[in-house]
């Protein structure tokens, strides 16, 4: 069981590439950006170290069975709905994104509304399912496609064309003070423990969370290949002008032998799939978040014919994303994703510390 909580930061971690991560650090490379990485990395672990050991205390139970046991319920309501619009906006961004980028790279000719109304139908579809089932899709999915990503960042890493003076470089601004933008998106690659807040419902009693100590070694991995090899391939100034980064970076190796030359096309690929999963995933969650301040609506983690209330709010979720979009431009998307991460560090922060509070209270009284 232990594989859940790992698929799920694998997930988010991966993702960051998608997310405009890379992007927002590089683009403080001389103003703290290292500096706040190394201060992301600490908090990212100490939030999963807390969040994780807080729902050990509460099996089989998520965040919004946790709160209504101790919270009134005109409290957590509201809760619950700002919960699930984070959840909603993180994903929606990253399919958006993907939209936009399957339109510049793929077939320019292509509305990204069109392209975007497809991706939404089989998300929403998907974020329909039970949990259960919305899990086992994250572990086949991953399991597919994470040898992929490993072997493109192998041979990212592994490159001639890698410069790592320009690495070295930019990593001598360890001293620089860090800045907050910097270290709210940093956070993003560890707050796959997040997605725990559901599927901790899976989880049988007597359920302990192991290896966590993966958590930072990982994470500060991920984090740092995602900011230091576009710098390395594109130089510490030129790799500025990109907002895409990741992709044009795919695009600058090739594979020698294969019948896929160009390693972007695999990158797009594989980002496709993980856009897909991560977008369903949260949007289940989210789904989760409103139907629990329903009280007449019985939790299930599994369940044999799908509940209207699950198409509906999906649903809505898959339109508000078209309209996003369309009100939406890169440059106002990747602005919008600053101040959002900003907002969901310190939102993330309050939980954790409100469940960690809760389970010591659920400790004492046991």
């Not at 509940?307 to 809505?316: A, E, S």
Request: neutral net charge; proline residues 4%; contains cysteine.
């Amino acid at each position: 069981m232990t594989r859940y909580f790992f698929y799920n930061f694998f997930l988010t971690s991966f993702v960051n590439l998608m997310l405009y991560v890379p992007h927002i650090l590089i683009e403080h490379r001389y103003s703290g950006a290292v500096s706040s990485m190394l201060i992301s990395g600490a908090t990212g672990t100490l939030l999963t170290y807390a969040y994780t050991a807080a729902l050990a205390h509460f099996p089989g139970m998520g965040l919004p069975e946790i709160l209504r046991a101790y919270w009134p319920r005109w409290l957590v309501s509201p809760i619950m709905v700002y919960v699930a619009i984070i959840c909603f906006v993180s994903s929606t961004i990253v399919v958006a994104a993907f939209a936009i980028m399957i339109n510049r790279f793929f077939n320019p000719e292509l509305n990204p509304l069109v392209i975007l109304c497809l991706l939404v139908i089989a998300c929403g579809y998907a974020a329909s399912r039970s949990t259960l089932s919305v899990q086992h899709i994250i572990e086949v999915g991953l399991l597919l496609n994470a040898p992929i990503i490993f072997f493109v960042l192998f041979k990212m890493v592994r490159s001639p064309q890698l410069n790592w003076d320009a690495i070295h470089t930019v990593a001598n601004f360890v001293m620089v003070r860090p800045e907050l933008g910097s270290i709210a998106a940093g956070v993003f690659v560890f707050t796959g423990f997040f997605n725990l807040s559901i599927f901790n419902r899976l989880l049988p009693p007597n359920f302990s969370y192991t290896y966590r100590w993966l958590v930072p070694i990982f994470g500060m991995i991920i984090l740092s290949i995602s900011f230091f090899v576009p710098i390395g391939f594109h130089g510490t100034e030129a790799v500025d002008e990109y907002l895409y980064v990741w992709s044009m970076t795919a695009d600058s190796i090739t594979l020698q032998y294969g019948f896929i030359e160009r390693v972007l096309f695999l990158f797009l690929i594989v980002y496709l799939n993980l856009s897909l999963i991560y977008t369903m995933s949260c949007w289940h969650q989210a789904m989760e978040f409103i139907k629990s301040c329903f009280p007449k609506l019985k939790m299930a983690t599994d369940f044999e014919e799908t509940p209207v209330i699950n198409y509906m709010i999906c649903g809505v979720f898959a339109v508000a994303a078209v309209i996003y979009l369309f009100f939406s431009d890169e440059r106002l998307e990747f602005m919008f994703t600053r101040y959002w991460l900003t907002a969901m560090l310190f939102s993330y922060i309050a939980i954790v510390i409100s469940v960690f509070m809760l389970s010591r209270k659920e400790r004492k009284s046991a």
